[in-house]
C-alpha cells in the first residue's frame, strides 16, 4: 500500500514520462478523437453544443425558450469555442492524494491527466495553465502553448513539498483562487479526490458560472470497501492522526462501507448541484479509457443537442453520476 510520497522525480524522468504518455495515450487518442475533437471543449462560440436544465447561476441570456415550453423546465444553451482554448487545471495536490492501495498513487493519476490533456490540448495550438494547491495555492503556472511548457509544468506538479505541515485540505481556496486569477472564459479542469471540509460546493458554482468546469475526481477502490487485513494502522494524511483498526471486523467493514457510501452520495449531490460534468478517475483506472469514456459523454450530448432531443442528461447521463464516470 502506497501511503508516502515517492522521491522527486527529475527533469528526465519527466521527460521519460511525457514520451510514455505519448506513444500510449496520447497516439491512439488523436486518432480515436479525429473529427470530434471540438466535442471535448465548450465555450462562449457561436455553434450550439449541448442544453441542460437551468441553474441558479446561469446566464438567463442563454435560456432556450422553445426547449422550456416544450419540456415546462428552463433550460439554457452551451457553445463551442469558436476561437484559441485556453485550459486551465485546479489541480490539489494536497497530502491526501498521495494515497494507493497499489503501486499507483492519486498524486501519479492526476500527473498523467494532467499531462496527457495539455498535451492534447497544446499540440492543436491552445495554451494551458494551472494553480498548485498543497497546503495554500502557492504555484501559479501562466497560461502557455508547446512541448517545453507541459513539461514544465508536469515538473512543477512533482516538485509539491512531500513534508506539508498536516492540516485539512481547502478546496474552497483553490476554487476561490481560480476565479480571482483566470479573467477569460476558458476549459477548467479541477482534479481532486475532494476530500476536504464542506463549503467548496458554492465555490465551484460561481466558478462554473464564466467557464466550462469539469471536475476530475480521483479516488482509491480502498477508500470505498476494506478488505479482510486484520490488525491494520491507519493514517489520516491530512491531520497525521493514527488508530488502529481490525479489518477482519465484519461489522466494521460494513460501518466503513456505509460511511463511504454517504460520502459518494454527498459528493455527487454537490456536483450535480453544480451542473459541470464529471471524470472519475481511479488509481487502477486505464487513463485512455477514461478520457475516450468522457469523449463519449460529451459528443453524445452534443448530439443530442444537435438533433433537438431531449439533452441526453436528463435521461440517464447526469453529470455525477457513476454511469457517466465510469
Known amino acids: 500500500m502506497n501511503t508516502a510520497p515517492l522521491p522527486e522525480p527529475t527533469a528526465a524522468d519527466t521527460e521519460a514520462l511525457l514520451k510514455r504518455l505519448e506513444w500510449t495515450v496520447i497516439r491512439r487518442l488523436d486518432g480515436l478523437l479525429q473529427g470530434d475533437y471540438r466535442t471535448l471543449w465548450r465555450g462562449a462560440g457561436l455553434d450550439l453544443a449541448d442544453l441542460r436544465e437551468y441553474q441558479h447561476h446561469d446566464d438567463v441570456r442563454h435560456i432556450d425558450w422553445n426547449v422550456t415550453a416544450r419540456l415546462q423546465v428552463p433550460h439554457v444553451r452551451q457553445f463551442t469555442e469558436d476561437r484559441e482554448l485556453a485550459a486551465w487545471f485546479l489541480v ?4 491526501s492524494v498521495d494515497f494507493g492501495s497499489g503501486e499507483v498513487s492519486k498524486r501519479t493519476v492526476a500527473r ?7 498535451r492534447l490540448l497544446t499540440r492543436h495550438g ?6 498548485l494547491y498543497g497546503t495554500a495555492v502557492d504555484t501559479v503556472v501562466p497560461a502557455r502553448g508547446g512541448r517545453v511548457h507541459v513539461l514544465e509544468l508536469m515538473q512543477r506538479m512533482a516538485r509539491r513539498p512531500a513534508e506539508a505541515a498536516p492540516g485539512a485540505t481547502d478546496l474552497r481556496e483553490l476554487l476561490l483562487a481560480g476565479q480571482r486569477m483566470i479573467k477569460r472564459r476558458s476549459s477548467v479542469f479541477v482534479v481532486s ?7 467548496w460546493e458554492d465555490a465551484l458554482g460561481q466558478l462554473a458560472r464564466r467557464h466550462d468546469v ?6 482509491d477502490p480502498l477508500e470505498m470497501e476494506l478488505p479482510d487485513l486484520g490488525l491494520v494502522t491507519m493514517l489520516d494524511a491530512e491531520t497525521g492522526e493514527q488508530i488502529v483498526v481490525d479489518t477482519h471486523d465484519a ?3 460494513e460501518r466503513f462501507a456505509t460511511a463511504a457510501d454517504a460520502r459518494e452520495a454527498a459528493l455527487r449531490e454537490a456536483l450535480a448541484r453544480s451542473g459541470i460534468d464529471t471524470l472519475e478517475l481511479a488509481t487502477d483506472d486505464d487513463l485512455l479509457d477514461a478520457i475516450l469514456r ?9 448530439r443530442t443537442a444537435n438533433g433537438g432531443g431531449v ?4 435521461a440517464e447521463l447526469r453529470p455525477a453520476s457513476r454511469a457517466a464516470a465510469r
Open 126 to 131: 491552445n495554451r494551458v495553465g494551472a494553480l
Open 294 to 302: 468522457f469523449a463519449d459523454l460529451r459528443r453524445q450530448r452534443s
Open 214 to 219: 469539469t471536475a476530475v475526481r480521483l479516488f
Open 112 to 118: 498523467e491527466f494532467v499531462g496527457v490533456l495539455s
Open 311 to 314: 439533452p441526453g442528461h436528463l
Open 251 to 253: 461489522g466494521f467493514r
Open 193 to 199: 479526490d475532494f476530500i476536504s471540509p464542506p463549503g
Open 92 to 95: 490539489d495536490l494536497s497530502a
